[in-house]
């Protein structure tokens, strides 16, 4: 008799509450997934900070052999930001080399754009520089 009033009662409140959501609710998960959206934006940007950073540190590097001008700097940057920043992620970015005689510097100019209107775009600079190798 239990087991009978048991299911009975199941039936009933599955019946009661059948499509039951709250605008609570709706309103909850579309907030989460925008703080989802933004905090993965987040995390795509300082990955392409990172690899501006390697791509500026490789392009010093080559760059500051005896032999290697700056067109070779700039040449193995874009390789290593055409290998890693594909896209439309490296759309907006750009890498310069200068000689200053003793150093090579590379700079590289950003531009990351939001996925979300309420985020405004990211811009910076990164800027590395090493000691130019001379012949004997």
């Given at each position: 008799?239990?087991?009978?009033?048991?299911?009975?009662?199941?039936?009933?409140?599955?019946?009661?509450?059948?499509?039951?959501?709250?605008?609570q609710?709706?309103?909850?998960?579309?907030?989460?997934?925008?703080?989802?959206?933004?905090?993965?934006?987040?995390?795509?940007?300082?990955?392409?900070?990172?690899?501006?950073?390697?791509?500026?540190?490789?392009?010093?590097?080559?760059?500051?052999?005896?032999?290697?001008?700056?067109?070779?700097?700039?040449?193995?940057?874009?390789?290593?930001?055409?290998?890693?920043?594909?896209?439309?992620?490296?759309?907006?970015?750009?890498?310069?080399?200068?000689?200053?005689?003793?150093?090579?510097?590379?700079?590289?100019?950003?531009?990351l754009?939001?996925?979300?209107?309420?985020?405004?775009?990211?811009?910076?600079?990164?800027?590395?520089?090493d000691?130019?190798?001379?012949?004997?």
């Open positions: 008799m239990i087991l009978v009033d048991a299911r009975r009662c199941a039936r009933r409140l599955l019946r009661e509450e059948a499509g039951f959501l709250t605008a609710f709706v309103l909850a998960v579309a907030l989460s997934f925008v703080f989802l959206v933004l905090v993965a934006n987040l995390i795509v940007w300082q990955y392409a900070r990172g690899v501006l950073r390697s791509a500026v540190d490789e392009g010093v590097r080559t760059g500051s052999r005896a032999t290697a001008t700056p067109a070779d700097c700039e040449t193995r940057a874009r390789a290593v930001l055409g290998d890693l920043l594909g896209g439309a992620l490296g759309h907006d970015v750009s890498v310069t080399c200068t000689d200053s005689g003793n150093q090579i510097v590379a700079t590289a100019n950003a531009r754009q939001s996925w979300l209107p309420l985020m405004p775009d990211w811009s910076f600079q990164i800027t590395g520089s000691v130019k190798e001379h012949r004997p």
